[in-house]
């Protein structure tokens, strides 16, 4: 299985590419480009602007079909990928956990999309997608809709439920974005606290 970082947005909010903003000394995308690495066969950026990315040496897809948000990049990175399966997240998610990942791997034996659920709703961002929503994804956005939701009603969907997880899971943090530099102030402070839990469990004789 891949995992695709959907690098697309226009960042209007922030008004400068977020992927690229460090949080604790480490780039957001780069945050991310850890985790997944542990993970899955490959990493696939798709983006629009390759020169922006180029220095991760990871390789890039543009959208097949432009324009038309979030959408095309789960398009664009399905097309591109030699795997049947992919893992598919926003460029902007500092916090990736792989106890959340993990379970959405296992979850991928049959169904089309494998989205994490909680009490904030559904996570299409951080889900897998199979080869067989590629022309799903095509008729929805023919019809004009544009949010990822919109193609499931065409396809086999299995939600998650990660909040049975782990008692230890900060599902707030794991599924937090950068859009504003408010929230880069808030993922600074959480990036701060998770190292000082982390130096405390070393000192202790933990582990990560």
């Not at 949080?23 to 602007?49: H, K, M, S, Y």
């Not at 789960?74 to 990942?101: K, M, Q, W």
């Not at 102030?185 to 202790?204: F, P, S």
């Amino acid at each position: 299985m891949n995992a695709v970082i959907l690098a697309g947005g226009r960042n209007s909010r922030i008004q400068t590419n977020k992927a690229l903003l460090p949080i604790g000394g480490v780039p957001i995308i780069e945050r991310g480009i850890a985790v997944l690495g542990r993970l899955f066969d490959q990493i696939l950026i798709v983006t629009n602007n390759f020169a922006a990315y180029e220095h991760l040496g990871l390789r890039m897809a543009a959208d097949v079909i432009p324009g038309e948000g979030p959408l095309s990049g789960i398009h664009a990175g399905l097309t591109a990928s030699a795997s049947y399966y992919n893992f598919f997240v926003a460029c902007d998610l500092p916090f990736l956990d792989e106890r959340i990942i993990r379970p959405l791997m296992a979850a991928a034996t049959d169904p089309d999309v494998i989205v994490p659920s909680w009490a904030a709703g559904l996570e299409p961002m951080h889900a897998i997608y199979s080869r067989r929503c590629v022309q799903p994804i095509e008729r929805t956005l023919a019809r004009g809709r544009h949010r990822v939701v919109d193609f499931y009603p065409e396809v086999k969907v299995e939600t998650v439920d990660v909040s049975l997880l782990s008692a230890e899971l900060d599902l707030g943090m794991c599924f937090m974005n950068v859009n504003t530099r408010a929230d880069l102030e808030t993922a600074e402070q959480l990036a701060a606290l998770q190292e000082q839990t982390l130096q405390e469990r070393i000192r202790r004789g933990g582990r990560r």
